[in-house]
């Protein structure tokens, strides 16, 4: 069975940095493309980061409104994927979801969802 | 403004079909077939309903379809069941700055 279970939010500081985990179990983590989404607060999901198998060069994208602030990683020997996030704004505050693609090398669709982390910026 | 618009609600009576659109552009939905529809209960987590425009995962009831017309995308929902009331989330694909977009989410309501 597929598992993602995100870790690493909490309470930050406008303008400091957080890093986010995504440890996943039940499939060959290095053959799957991953995915960053967040859900602010009574508001809807909103894409932040895709990465894609290594296998596939492992390439990134981002959402506009992260770009420059935030990395996607992926350490496919301990089957995790990591969001960094720097510069974080009060925009920023949401529950951050991980996910898996089916593909490996393209943002197809978030076929499995983690349980969410919530990451409040606020002073 | 989501970059995929959706209607903010819809509703139908236990046993009736509805259908939710999600009008994209030309750079989006109009061009790609990377569709997909999310079911969200409230507080939980969301799950994959469609994906590929018209393919269902293993597990989702077929009372679930998916199509598309030009830049609109929709999703059907037949035989209508309590369970069904939840948020409903469209997500495409985009040649953009933004290579993904998400509609803003319509609320069934099952009378």
């Known amino acids: 069975e597929v598992q993602l279970v995100d870790s690493g939010g909490g309470l930050v500081q406008p303008g400091r940095s957080l890093r986010l985990s995504c440890t996943a179990s039940?499939?060959?983590?290095?053959?799957?493309?991953m995915s960053w989404v967040r859900q602010a607060p009574g508001k809807g999901l909103e894409w932040v980061a895709f990465i894609g198998s290594k296998g596939y060069g492992g390439g990134t994208e981002y959402a506009a409104s992260v770009k420059d602030r935030f990395t996607i990683s992926r350490d496919d020997s301990k089957s995790i994927a990591y969001l960094q996030m720097n510069s974080l704004t009060t925009e920023d505050t949401a529950v951050y979801y991980c996910t898996r693609h089916t593909s490996a090398w393209y943002v197809d669709n978030f076929h499995n969802w983690g349980q969410g982390t919530l990451v409040i910026v606020s002073s | 403004q989501s970059a995929l618009t959706q209607p903010a609600s819809v509703s139908g009576s236990p046993g009736q079909s509805i259908t939710i659109s999600c009008t994209g552009t030309s750079s989006d939905v109009g061009t790609y077939n990377l569709v997909s529809w999310y079911q969200q209960h409230p507080g939980k987590v969301p799950i994959l309903l469609i994906y590929?425009?018209?393919k269902r995962p293993s597990g989702v009831s077929n009372r679930f379809s998916g199509s598309k017309s030009g830049n609109t995308a929709s999703l059907t929902i037949s035989g209508l069941q309590a369970e069904d009331e939840a948020d409903y989330y469209c997500c495409s694909y985009a040649r953009s700055a933004t290579s993904v977009v998400f509609g803003g989410g319509t609320k069934l309501t099952v009378l």
């Open positions: 039940g499939f060959t983590f290095g053959d799957f493309a």
């Open positions: 590929d425009v018209t």
